[in-house]
């Protein structure tokens, strides 16, 4: 049971860390490759919460709005002229990923810190005891999953936000500001990176590099996901399971190669992977 709700907690946990980035792929096309450093930037919202003795539970929120804010700026000033230019687009935010990493360092330091868990403790699930924050953060990726796929259902900017990502020029010729809707896009993406950045945190450490890792397991699983949420829960899922089954009966080490090795295997077999 213990590895089952392992496997069931690590999906959840790449969801949320990979919702954001799907989310402005799917509607720009592009890979912000400056999502990890989106990352740690919302890791560093929570430790400063931390640090200054507020309730962990502030450290959500602001660092949803730290990463919204920066995303609107790089938005604005990197990726709006580079809409026509993907693969400079993926260049010019890799090249900020590094910048906001190294500005981190020069505020904070190299060392590792740590950020209080908001949640202590362990819960009684099916006669196991398991971690109780792990198990919040299994709601909290489906209250992502939940929030953002009722924005597009039930919203205005929802319908224009499909509407530019089934065909942007028809959605131009109909009066949708294309323009806006990839503005609030990359910002609400860069909001998801930074509050997945607060989630995680409590279970690992803080440090300038700590959101690389977490950028290629996003990246390789938003490929195999194409622009879907359900399927990118179903690719965290699976992926995600075969991680945790190699780093607890193989090794630690290969464990963290698996989701690249397999989301290659899968692209492979199937260059669509999960999409239809």
Known sequence: ???????????????????????????????????????????????????????????????????????????????????????????????????????????????????????????????????????????????????????????????NTRAVIMNEDLARGLGIDSVRVRFITFALGSGLAGLAGALITPLSSVDPAMGVPWLLNAFMLVIVSGASLLTLALATLLLGGAQVLVSTLVSPILGGLTIVVLAAIVLRLRPAGFAR
Request: include cysteine.
């Open 1 to 159: 049971m213990t590895l089952v709700l392992d496997i069931v907690t690590t999906a959840a946990i790449l969801f949320a860390v990979s919702a954001g980035l799907l989310v402005v792929f799917g509607v720009m096309k592009i890979i912000n490759f400056a999502h990890g450093a989106f990352i740690t930037l919302g890791a560093y919202a929570g430790l400063l919460v931390t640090q200054a003795g507020l309730s962990p539970w502030l450290g959500l929120p602001l660092a949803f709005i730290a990463g919204a804010a920066c995303g609107a700026v790089v938005e604005r000033i990197v990726v709006r002229p580079l809409y026509t230019r993907a693969l400079d687009a993926i260049l010019a935010t890799w090249g900020l990923g590094i910048i906001i990493g190294q500005l981190l360092t020069l505020g904070f330091g190299r060392e590792v810190q740590f950020v209080q868990s908001p949640i202590t403790g362990t819960l009684t699930v099916f006669g196991e005891a398991y971690s109780a924050y792990r198990l919040f953060l299994v709601l909290a990726a489906l209250a992502v999953g939940g929030g953002f796929a009722l924005l597009l259902e039930g919203t205005r900017l929802g319908l």
